[in-house]
Structures are given as C-alpha cells and as structure tokens.
C-alpha cells in the first residue's frame, strides 16, 4: 500500500453533499459545485498544474466519490 496525502473525505460532508430521487430511491450526490470543483481538479490533473494541497483534495474527493459509488450500489442493490 502507498501512503497518499489527501484532505479528509468527511470535510466535504456538510456543503458538497446531497441527496437525489432516482427512481423512488434517495441516492448520495456531490453538489453542482463541489462536481464542478472535481472536474476542475481533474483537467488541471491531465495538464500536470496541481498543487500539493490540490492533489490532496482531489485524493479526498475522490474517495468520497468511491464511499458513495459503493454505498449508492448498495442501496439499490436491495431493491
């Protein structure tokens, strides 16, 4: 395992995150901002323009994107 820096997934719980109706379920969704922030990071990734601090929260989001991916699964799972 490789040790990674990255601003902690929870921080983003309060403003970047929400719930979305898909077919009667209520699922995690990232805000429009805290989305558009994500893509951001991501081009600026592909160009090689992150900051240290930059790369740590694209590491935090993107965790958090996996915890909802996986718990989003789960939740229709039980359909």
Do not use: Y
């Not at 991501?42 to 240290?52: E, G």
Request: net charge negative; glycine share 6%; hydrophobic share 45%.
């Amino acid at each position: 395992m490789i040790a990674q820096t990255m601003v902690q997934p929870s921080s983003w719980i309060e403003g970047g995150i929400r719930f979305e109706k898909i077919r009667g379920l209520n699922l995690f969704k990232f805000t429009d901002e805290l989305q558009e922030h994500l893509e951001t990071l991501i081009d600026r990734q592909k160009s090689n323009l992150l900051t240290p601090e930059e790369t740590a929260e694209l590491a935090g989001i993107t965790e958090l994107d996996r915890i909802f991916t996986l718990m989003n699964a789960r939740i229709i799972a039980e359909l």
